[in-house]
């Protein structure tokens, strides 16, 4: 006796190919969704870290500096690579590069003779940098009062190259949304919020995402003397 051997039907076929595409893209999107979601949180934390470790590198300057060499820029303002309105601003102090130097300091006094000038600036370029740059202007030191001819125009550039006579320059962060400094005449305390920002991946529909990530910090400044 004979038994017919019978084969899947092309219906058959079509719907189980149906059925098994469907399961690939269900898996698929679900690993790039979890994929996506794991880079997000891994630029999240990288913004983050950067913030607070930029914030935390103005810490020492400014803790020890003299207000009345302080000098602050605000008031600058560009638009972002977000297209928002975003300030960028910036100051100088003196500073000094070896405290433990007894000819640093008067020894009849205990002033301190600071040797330099520091620059701490946020360009205008829509992902703008935090650049911190160093100055010996003429006469030389000793140093006392605010950094003379600090302005926007001639120690804040977009390139920092081109602002004359740094002795040193570096970039401490990219990324830069907001950076923004306050001074307290009262309590001689500076108040310094630094916000980064980075374009991260797309949602369903093609929505830009960004990822943001903002440090704020406030330092008073041990060497102001009474009702500096």
């Known amino acids: 006796m004979r038994r017919s051997r019978r084969g899947f039907s092309l219906l058959e076929v079509v719907m189980a190919m149906v059925l098994l595409s469907v399961g690939l893209w269900v898996t698929f999107s679900l690993f790039d969704n979890g994929s996506r979601a794991f880079r997000l949180g891994d630029a999240k934390n990288a913004l983050t870290s950067d913030a607070r470790r930029s ?3 103005l810490v020492p300057a400014l803790r020890v500096a003299d207000s009345d060499t302080l000098d602050i820029v605000d008031g600058r303002s560009c638009t ?3 297209g928002q309105g975003v300030q960028r601003h910036g100051y100088a102090l003196a500073t000094l590069s070896r405290w433990d130097d007894p ?3 008067n020894p009849d006094t205990a002033d301190i003779r600071w040797d330099s000038y520091r620059v701490v600036y946020a360009d205008l370029l829509p992902q703008g ?4 740059q160093d100055y010996r202007p ?4 000793p140093y006392a009062g605010p950094l003379l001819g600090f302005s926007e125009a001639t120690h804040m550039a977009n390139d920092p190259g081109l602002n004359a006579a740094a002795v040193s320059s570096k970039v401490i962060c990219q990324s830069v949304d907001d950076f923004q400094v306050a001074y307290d005449a ?3 305390t500076v108040q310094v919020t630094l916000r980064l920002a980075a374009r991260g991946g797309k949602k369903v529909g093609g929505r830009q995402m960004n990822e943001r990530s903002e440090a704020s910090i406030l330092v008073r400044l ?5 009702g500096s």
């Open 186 to 188: 009262e309590t001689q």
């Open 55 to 57: 914030i935390l590198a």
């Open 80 to 82: 972002s690579a977000g």
């Open 129 to 132: 940098a935090l650049i911190s």
């Open 138 to 141: 003429a006469p030389g030191p």
């Open 103 to 105: 000819a640093n300091f």
């Open 222 to 226: 041990e060497n102001s003397g009474p």
